[in-house]
């Protein structure tokens, strides 16, 4: 049984301490949040934890093994920092930090300590995209060409992050969770509309080796949410659609079949086939998460979205905020 406590019971708080409370080997002691509002609704929803303002009891209280910070990113380096100084295991919200400095300060933090830090990359962990990267594994998709990802809606405008950092880190979570090679360059372009506020609507570019490339549309400016991603490859094409309410996933048999080099022509023959779903876990990916990381401490072992995935979606989203001051220029990793 892993005793955790959880900073931060606003957004997404009630989601962590909901799924942590329905897993039989946790159990939820304390909920600390800043807001007498949200304490009084923890309070309300989770009788029997102690809800407290200051999240130092947590700290201080030696049976508990993992905190959980859900709380605005200016506050991550922190309390992670603080809750690994107390020999704690360490579950953050994403982004990981605020800079490349703070996040590679709480990954040899954790290392130094012997302790689990996870970026709660919560899509890495839906049973779509695992079974996407079973399927790229198995070669299924043949040689990638590229990815493309629209992340869009109305909101919820950020104070202290723009719209890559909010959006975008979900889809370069997936793309380290899916591909072994990492990008080379990065570009990014995007506009503030309203003054004083951050980017809100904005396009980034990965660059990778060997002709792949990968284009994120983020916007908090749109009438419509949209949460759909395709990666194409040489055999099969794959269409992600986190808005459908089934077959989320689905396969296309489409693409172009090149002229043998050096063959006579130019022209290029197009393939159309079948459409397929395939079967993969329905579970809420955040369940899947809670239980990979409550294994994760029982054995030890790294999660698949530990502490140096983190500092690597970080380092792009770094990159990027130079590129978008530079009107786009690229900038190498």
Known sequence: MTVLGVIGYGHWGPNLVRNFMAHPEARVAYISDRDPAMRDKAALACPGVAVVADPGAIFQDPAVEAVVVSTPVRTHFPLALEALAHGKHVWVEKPLAATVAEA??????????????????????????????????????GDLYYYDSTRLNLGLFQEDVDVLWDLAVHDLAVLFHLLPVRPLAVSAQGVAHFAGRPVNTAFLTLFYPRNFIAHINASWLSPVKVRRFILAGSAKMAVYDDMEPAEKLRLYDKGIDCPVEGGPGLSLGYRTGEILSPEYSSQEPLALEVEHFLHSLAQKIPTITDGRIGLSTIRVLESATRSLALSGAPQEL
Do not use: W
């Open 104 to 141: 590679e300060r709480l990954v040899s933090e954790a290392d130094k300590r012997g302790l689990i830090l996870h970026v709660d990359h919560t899509l890495a962990y839906s049973g779509a995209v695992r079974k996407l990267k079973e399927l790229y594994e198995a070669k299924v998709l």
